[in-house]
């Protein structure tokens, strides 16, 4: 039974094809007027209608569907695109930081040739923590003891502009792997130090209440300081070994910003320090003295 099925099913289907295969032979022999042709015509005529229809009702619906897959396509993409912002973002702050760091570095770089203080053994370390307070009176740093740095060494360090390079203060403790700075916007910071070109000794301590204004204390009615003077350290000036300055001369700490009641006893030279002290990420600690730092 299942037999004779089967071969009713391919008799059927070989006699479908036979008959395709003549009113094709019959269609493209005859002329475009006969009757195939015709009968063609007439059937597209009739369905051709409805097709449209069909297709102008089913519109919305594509319409939708591509949407769809459109949305689904583009919150894909969406997805990448952030990603690879993202990545790129991240590279170019580790880039920026690097090239900040960079400047840093020349500009401790550039002071410690152009003084010589190679001798000094300049450690560098990288700052770990500040001050919270608005007087950024210390900062910690990530070397100690073990690497050479001591009690009321001197500190160095660059903001990354091209004149933000010079003191910043001093040791204050240490530990083994760890140092705090004791900056020069500290009340209790002091440092002898003179006009690079009136030649005018004073000691720079901070103006109290404004930690970015350092004053020149004791000038004299005769100091004849005059505004963008460069004031650096005087190093040790006393022949006496127990008098020694823990800082080598010439450092650059401000520049002079003002003079008060210029000419007169109550005369005061305002500075403003070289490194802007929120700005800092490595300093220098100078571990060594040569010849009493003078």
């Known amino acids: 039974m299942y037999d004779k099925s089967v ?3 391919r008799a059927v289907l070989a006699l479908l094809v036979a008959c395709a295969l003549i009113l094709l032979t019959a269609y493209f022999g005859e002329s ?3 009757g195939l042709h015709s009968l063609q015509r007439g059937i597209s005529g009739v369905v051709s209608p409805v097709q449209e229809g069909a297709s102008r009702a089913l519109k919305p619906f594509r ?3 591509g949407w769809v897959g459109d949305t689904f396509h583009a919150k894909g993409d969406l997805k990448d695109v952030t990603k690879e912002r993202d990545e790129w973002q991240r590279r ?5 930081g690097a090239v900040a760091a960079l400047k840093q570095q020349r500009g401790m770089d550039d002071v410690v040739g152009e003084l010589d203080l190679s001798a000094n053994r300049p450690v560098t370390a990288r700052v770990i923590g500040q001050s919270p307070t608005l007087w950024y009176s210390w900062m910690k740093i ?3 003891s073990s690497s050479g740095i001591a009690k009321d060494m001197p500190v160095l360090a660059s903001d990354g502009d091209d004149s933000g390079t010079g003191l910043i203060g001093n040791v204050e403790s240490v530990g083994s792997g760890w140092a705090i700075v004791q900056l020069v916007t500290d009340q209790g910071f002091a440092v002898g130090a003179r006009t690079l070109q009136s030649r005018s ?3 720079v301590s901070p103006k109290v209440g404004n930690p970015r204004d350092l004053i020149l204390k004791y000038t004299s009615r ?3 300081v005059e505004p963008g003077e460069t004031v650096v350290t005087t190093g040790t000036l006393s022949s006496r070994d127990d008098l020694q300055s823990p800082y080598p001369p010439n450092l650059p700490i401000g520049e002079v ?3 008060d009641e210029a000419g007169t006893d109550a005369q005061e030279v305002h500075l403003t320090p070289f490194v802007d002290l929120r700005r800092v990420d490595f300093v220098q600690v100078l571990t060594q003295r040569v010849n009493g730092n003078r």
């Open 92 to 96: 170019a702050v580790s880039a920026e």
């Open 201 to 203: 000794p004073g000691v």
């Open 63 to 65: 319409d939708l569907f």
């Open 257 to 259: 910003s003002r003079v």
């Open 32 to 34: 475009a007027g006969g």
């Open 142 to 144: 990530d070397k100690g």
């Open 7 to 9: 071969r009713r099913r």
């Open 222 to 224: 005769s100091d004849r």
